[in-house]
């Protein structure tokens, strides 16, 4: 049987967050992200000075795909799953847990890359329509939908990874029975 002893275990304690800690830690990621994807829209779109490559770039990221492929991907990551899980049944190997927790893992961070790239291309687009103005559609409305997906996109990510990292990378509260 295995067992971790000395820095083997030390990394792992090290590892484990406070709750706050672990939602602070998963926001960065996300804000990280979404910066990114702010980034190559403004790349893509050379510094947002073409409208057409700026209108392109946000078809591709908004209308043309990105909920088919979160869906695509889900249905992906659980047949995956369930290759793994019944792997594990068939053999049962404890490497075999590990990989369907690893994959799991992966949902939390599809849900953050596809919810940054749809918010980031719609922050860039926001400053677009500061620096040209457009009556049907406003800077603040725009920033607004995309702050407001970002929020939903971000609790269902951390709450996905949190459930799915509770037990190893949460530190558990102590209980006070000696006070």
Known sequence: MLTLEGKDMEKIEQYKQSPHKFIFSEFVVFVSQIFMFFMVTIFVSNFLNNEDKLINFLNQKINDGTIGDLILSLLAILIVIGLFTTLDR????????????????????????????????????????????????????????AISFAFIVFIYGCGFSYIFKRKTHIIKKQSHQNE
Do not use: Q, R, W
């Open 90 to 145: 068939v053999i049962d190997n404890k490497h075999v847990k590990f990989y369907i927790d690893e994959v799991l893992n992966e949902i939390p961070k599809l849900i953050y890359t596809l919810g940054s790239s749809v918010t980031g291309s719609m922050l860039a687009t926001s400053l677009f329509l500061v620096l040209n103005p457009n009556i049907e559609i406003t800077a603040i409305k725009t920033a607004t939908t």
